[in-house]
């Protein structure tokens, strides 16, 4: 079973930048879209929203609003590895950071998760 492998999280002050990593242990086929997911502090595992998205076919991308012009998602199909480049961090922005690939034919694949702190 494929397994994805996220690094790049940590602590930084607000206004720092950190660049998320999410390589799989394989190759990753029929991918749809490409997540980055977001667990705020307090919240359960079933209730992460939805950050960034790459929709590969169409080649658009999808921000949430708190994020847009700070967060920038790539992806390499060739490497089913995704990328989530986050610059002028928030507090707000804290969490467990969770990469997820959504495949046709075939069952999600997500991270295990990292933790992103943004703190004075």
């Known amino acids: 079973q494929v397994q994805l492998v996220e690094s790049g999280g940590g602590w930084v002050d607000p206004g720092g930048s950190l660049n998320l990593s999410c390589v799989a242990s394989g190759p990753i086929v029929s991918v749809t879209d490409m997540d980055w997911y977001r667990q705020p502090p307090g919240n359960k595992r079933d209730l992460v929203e939805l950050?960034?998205?790459?929709?590969?076919?169409?080649?658009?991308?999808y921000y949430k609003d708190s994020v847009k012009g700070r967060f920038t998602i790539s992806g390499d199909n060739a490497k089913s590895a995704m990328y989530l480049h986050m610059s002028s961090l928030k507090p707000g922005d804290t969490g467990v950071y969770y990469c997820?690939?959504?495949?046709?034919?075939?069952?999600?694949?997500w991270g295990q998760g990292i933790q992103v702190l943004v703190s004075s």
């Open positions: 950050v960034a998205r790459l929709m590969t076919e169409s080649k658009s991308f």
């Open positions: 997820r690939f959504a495949q046709r034919g075939h069952s999600d694949t």
